[in-house]
């Protein structure tokens, strides 16, 4: 989203601090947002959900052309897939390598928090992004979410209803069963939907590609398959939307094409313009959505830098300026909102080069 790390819903954190004491402050004897110090690199790894996605490539340019300005010593390290386990070896050995903070997306809301416990104790600061530890924020510091993820589940139902009328069978392609922020925004798809301006629109079934080219190609063709009167798919996952538009395309059953039926399957989601562009301009997409990826490694990699240096208090409305970004707040539970949620089309995507 992966993108990911667009998806559903919502999402929420509450800190004890990095050593684990339970206290939400750290030392303000430094004006917060203050540049670090030249010369004092802080070693900072990210995590993404898996090797391979272009998304989290945007989010590690958000990383990488602030490295210098803010004084980070970047790397990133990512597992091969995005099983709910597969991050636990690589925060072991980033720990042990000497990273000072490690900035993960987690795979799972809670298959890694005795190993972020473990590094924590060492005195590593972690720090989640794109997607949170849903119900065990106390296992990370703070939390940086792209978007308002309580906005995400209603926008992308709004965005496929007002294309297929508010009526039809739709199905959703997510990521992984366990990706805490997909399943947030799942559940608030599915409570959109229950609202009486969405009667006639009927979710017949969610699958998951796990963010996996062909896998997200197979489930797609499935959809097809299984559900003759299928209207729309929603896909919040980058991965997902490329793969299902790729499908769209060959078979041409969009709106519009040669093999539609009853109007055209329209499909929808969460993606980088980049990977969209092609299937925007050929009318297989519409209307897609996401934020810039590059926003969640810019606020990030800046309050690893805070933090490490004390500088930074974490109490909820807290106040701090991103060189080059403005202003920022700490939310409940830790959590920071990076940017603001994107709707592409045909009209405005050659805007936008991620």
């Known amino acids: 989203m992966k993108p990911s790390t667009l ?5 929420l954190l509450a800190l004890i601090a990095v050593s684990g004491c ?10 917060p947002g203050a540049t670090p110090t030249a010369g004092a690199k802080t070693k900072i790894v990210f995590i993404p959900k898996s090797a391979g996605n272009p998304y989290f490539t945007q989010v590690e340019s958000g990383f990488k052309k602030n490295a210098d300005q803010f004084g980070i010593d970047f790397s990133s390290q990512a597992p091969s897939s995005a099983d709910a386990t597969s991050q636990l070896a690589v925060i072991k050995d980033q720990a042990q390598r000497g990273e000072e903070v490690i900035v993960i997306a987690p795979n799972s809301p809670d298959a890694l928090n005795e190993a972020l416990d473990q590094v924590v104790a060492k005195g590593v600061i972690v720090i989640t992004a794109d997607s949170d530890l849903t119900g065990n924020e106390s296992h990370r510091s703070v939390g940086v979410l792209p978007v308002d993820f309580t ?17 039809g069978e739709i199905a959703i392609l997510s990521a992984t069963s366990d990706a805490p922020n997909q399943n947030a925004w799942i559940e608030s798809m599915k409570t959109t939907l229950a609202e009486p301006k969405y009667a006639k629109m009927k979710l017949v079934e969610v699958v998951y590609g796990d963010d996996e080219p062909q896998k997200s190609t197979t489930e797609t063709e499935a959809l097809l398959t299984k559900h003759a009167n299928l209207r729309g798919i929603i896909a919040p996952t980058s991965v997902g939307l490329a793969a299902a538009a790729q499908v769209l395309g060959q078979k041409e059953i969009a709106p519009g094409a040669k093999n539609a039926k009853n109007g055209g399957l329209v ?6 313009p980049n990977e969209l562009r092609k299937a925007v301009k050929a009318g297989v997409v519409a209307k897609f959505q996401l934020w810039d990826p590059a926003d969640i490694g810019t606020v990030a990699g800046y309050l690893g830098t805070q933090l490490k240096a004390k500088k930074l208090d974490l109490k909820v409305g807290t106040k701090f300026d991103v060189p080059g970004k403005g202003s920022f707040e700490i939310k409940e539970k830790q959590i920071v909102i990076a940017g603001k949620l994107v709707t592409f089309t045909k009209e405005n995507i050659d805007q936008y080069q991620y």
């Open 151 to 167: 906005t995400i589940g209603p926008e992308q139902v709004e965005l496929l209803g007002s294309q297929i009328n508010y009526e």
């Open 7 to 11: 998806a559903l819903g919502i999402s």
């Open 22 to 31: 339970g206290s939400t402050k750290t030392d303000t004897s430094t004006t």
């Open 267 to 272: 499909l929808t989601g969460l993606g980088t």
